[in-house]
């Protein structure tokens, strides 16, 4: 059974006026090359996706008038000059799709900054912070499955792509760290790859959701360096140290959801809560994992202790805990598929997508380790076909 769903998004853009539905497009990207040349190909093949998100979202006009004024200006010097010492590659990267897509590398790099330049003169509460994102796992004797819905601002509805990557670091990128990578990420338009979901090849599947700690680190590492990072992870162990990121420590907060195959192909099932600590140099972190248990996630804080936001970031994220345990517990990739599908409430739903609602779900992924694919939906995955099947190809370890 199949609805078509018209989410009606208009936007003017230079005198013209459109109006685009919920296309039912995946656009993906296979690249290879240095961290700019990536960068580059990016840009340059979806420039007018990106200009066209630059032009319309609203988050980012706030970012601009922030950054016009003399803390705005500090935090975002103070970060990129850190970002240049500590992921010199990963600011190349964002230079090659600023170049590429002929747009100026603050927009991207502000768009990095995300809630720390919000906040930077006005951190009241309740936060108009609206994020969503809802994440669940299973992993059992037969199935493992981390189900994931997409969620973000209604802008991005039609602004992403997903990256297939491999990339080879020059002589200076791999002096100043940088190592060899593949991995598939799905990409906010304009956005570094990691901040949403994907895997690499050293046997990671992983979720992203956004969490909203009161009190942030302007100048210290955005979360969305740190799960670019996550993208070269080795293993578990590897990327603790990156989420620990020992000497400054995130500015921002997520949730990071986790499934790691090892070369004898025994799989683990985690969720890492991350924070800025305000008293020392690094991440405040929660690892959890799920022997038998269902991990479930959504926008706010459920083990790490500390003062979040309220407002409806909060709201929206109890409102889909409770609709997801309405559910039975989840055995199958198909009860995951139900529950991400879930629209009962009429304030805030696990599948937004009603039309006033300001975040909606843009896609749903569902990785099934067991198949080896992830599956991309458009629509409600228990009632569509997925758009797009990609393959996962843990190609390091030889699985
Ligand atoms: C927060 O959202 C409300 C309702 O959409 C709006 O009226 C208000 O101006 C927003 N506040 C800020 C600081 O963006
Ligand atoms: C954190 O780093 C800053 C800058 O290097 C330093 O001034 C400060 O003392 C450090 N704080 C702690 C708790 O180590
Ligand atoms: C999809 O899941 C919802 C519950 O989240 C259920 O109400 C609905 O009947 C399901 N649709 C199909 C086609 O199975």
Same mark, same amino acid.
């Given at each position: 059974?199949?609805?078509?769903?018209?989410?009606?998004?208009?936007?003017?853009?230079?005198?013209?006026?459109?109006?685009?539905?919920?296309?039912?497009?995946?656009?993906?990207?296979?690249?290879?090359?240095?961290?700019?040349?990536?960068?580059?190909?990016?840009?340059?093949?979806?420039?007018?996706?990106?200009?066209?998100?630059?032009?319309?979202?609203?988050?980012?006009?706030?970012?601009?008038?922030?950054?016009?004024?003399?803390?705005?200006?500090?935090?975002?010097?103070?970060?990129?000059?850190?970002?240049?010492?500590?992921?010199?590659?990963?600011?190349?990267?964002?230079?090659?799709?600023?170049?590429?897509?002929?747009?100026?590398?603050?927009?991207?790099?502000?768009?990095?900054?995300?809630?720390?330049?919000?906040?930077?003169?006005?951190?009241?509460?309740?936060?108009?912070? $609206?994020?969503?994102? %809802?994440? !669940?796992? @299973?992993?059992?004797?037969?199935?493992? =499955? +981390?189900? /994931? *819905?997409?969620?973000?601002?209604?802008?991005?509805?039609?602004?992403?792509?997903?990256?297939?990557?491999?990339?080879?670091?020059?002589?200076?990128?791999?002096?100043?760290?940088?190592?060899?990578?593949?991995?598939?990420?799905?990409?906010?338009?304009?956005?570094?790859?990691?901040?949403?979901?994907?895997?690499?090849?050293?046997?990671?599947?992983?979720?992203?959701?956004?969490?909203?700690?009161?009190?942030?680190?302007?100048?210290?590492?955005?979360?969305?360096?740190?799960?670019?990072?996550?993208?070269?992870?080795?293993?578990?162990?590897?990327?603790?140290?990156?989420?620990?990121?020992?000497?400054?420590?995130?500015?921002?907060?997520?949730?990071?959801?986790?499934?790691?195959?090892?070369?004898?192909?025994?799989?683990?099932?985690?969720?890492?809560?991350?924070?800025?600590?305000? $008293?020392?140099?690094? %991440?405040? !972190?929660? @690892?959890?994992?799920?022997?038998?248990? =269902? +991990?479930? /996630? *959504?926008?706010?804080?459920?083990?790490?202790?500390?003062?979040?936001?309220?407002?409806?970031?909060?709201?929206?994220?109890?409102?889909?805990?409770?609709?997801?345990?309405?559910?039975?517990?989840?055995?199958?990739?198909?009860?995951?598929?139900?529950?991400?599908?879930?629209?009962?409430?009429?304030?805030?739903?696990?599948?937004?997508?009603?039309?006033?609602?300001?975040?909606?779900?843009?896609?749903?992924?569902?990785?099934?380790?067991?198949?080896?694919?992830?599956?991309?939906?458009?629509?409600?995955?228990?009632?569509?076909?997925?758009?797009?099947?990609?393959?996962?190809?843990?190609?390091?370890?030889?699985?």
């Amino acid at each position: 059974m199949f609805r078509l769903l018209f989410v009606v998004v208009v936007f003017a853009l230079s005198g013209t006026c459109e109006i685009v539905g919920r296309r039912r497009a995946v656009p993906v990207i296979h690249l290879r090359g240095s961290h700019y040349e990536v960068g580059y190909d990016v840009g340059r093949t979806f420039s007018s996706l990106i200009k066209e998100f630059i032009a319309t979202y609203a988050n980012l006009r706030d970012f601009e008038k922030e950054y016009k004024t003399e803390p705005g200006k500090e935090a975002y010097e103070k970060t990129l000059a850190n970002m240049k010492e500590r992921y010199p590659y990963y600011v190349k990267e964002m230079q090659g799709v600023a170049d590429g897509a002929k747009v100026p590398f603050y927009q991207l790099f502000l768009l990095q900054l995300d809630d720390i330049i919000g906040t930077i003169n006005d951190n009241h509460i309740p936060r108009n912070d $609206t994020g969503g994102c %809802s994440s !669940l796992g @299973i992993q059992t004797p037969n199935e493992a =499955v +981390l189900a /994931h *819905t997409e969620d973000a601002f209604s802008e991005t509805l039609n602004h992403f792509y997903i990256m297939s990557a491999h990339i080879i670091p020059t002589q200076e990128d791999r002096d100043h760290g940088a190592v060899e990578e593949r991995f598939a990420s799905l990409c906010y338009a304009g956005h570094m790859p990691g901040y949403t979901m994907g895997y690499n090849e050293n046997g990671l599947v992983f979720s992203i959701n956004t969490l909203s700690p009161m009190i942030l680190k302007p100048g210290n590492t955005p979360r969305t360096f740190i799960t670019r990072a996550l993208l070269s992870a080795k293993n578990l162990e590897d990327a603790t140290k990156i989420l620990t990121d020992e000497g400054l420590g995130a500015g921002n907060g997520c949730s990071v959801n986790m499934i790691w195959t090892d070369e004898n192909g025994e799989r683990s099932l985690y969720n890492v809560e991350m924070a800025p600590d305000l $008293t020392s140099n690094k %991440s405040l !972190l929660n @690892i959890k994992k799920f022997e038998n248990d =269902v +991990l479930i /996630h *959504t926008n706010k804080y459920l083990r790490l202790q500390l003062k979040e936001v309220d407002g409806p970031i909060i709201d929206s994220s109890n409102a889909r805990l409770e609709a997801i345990f309405k559910h039975p517990t989840p055995k199958t990739r198909d009860d995951l598929q139900d529950i991400l599908s879930d629209t009962t409430r009429q304030d805030f739903q696990v599948f937004q997508e009603k039309d006033d609602s300001i975040i909606k779900t843009i896609a749903a992924g569902v990785f099934d380790l067991k198949e080896k694919t992830w599956n991309i939906y458009i629509n409600k995955p228990n009632a569509s076909e997925p758009v797009a099947i990609l393959p996962i190809r843990f190609t390091n370890i030889g699985k």
